[in-house]
């Protein structure tokens, strides 16, 4: 059987990272919850290092996806990739890539879009816009599985 025909169910942990949203009225954070349907939590934290880290280490164990939203701006308060990068065992910078050639315009490029590995969880970062989670989501749920097959075989 190939990987690509395992599916895996799979727990996700979807953090908001934002100052000013709470769970009521993050819209995009609720976008991505229901693109997801089933086997997730959500929580959000401030745009600062140790709040985006601690959510990963608390929560190591209970989930294999994290999934970042926010934070991965040009603006210097935008902290979330480059909070993650100091773990990562590894980034693909195909997956950013990829986003921003599905998403268009010019905006996107100017995101820190990314996918990394630490300790075989998979976690993404991405733009806090509504109109992100789909594009996201679409990719995501593609490659899920089979990455999740490979951090963890034998």
Known sequence: ??????????RYRIITVSS?????NDISGNKMA?????NYERSIVKDDEVEILGELFCNYNKFDIFIYIGG????RLDQTSIA?????????SGFGELFRAKSGGYFPYISDASMFT????IIFSIPGSENAQPVAYEIISRIVNHTYHELTKE
Do not use: P, V
């Open 118 to 121: 630490y300790r075989k969880k």
């Open 34 to 38: 229901e693109l997801i349907g089933k």
């Open 20 to 24: 000013s949203r709470t769970i009521e």
């Open 84 to 92: 993650l990068r100091k773990i990562a065992d590894k980034e693909f």
């Open 72 to 75: 991965t701006g040009a603006s």
């Open 1 to 10: 059987m190939h990987s690509d025909d395992i599916e895996y169910n799979l």
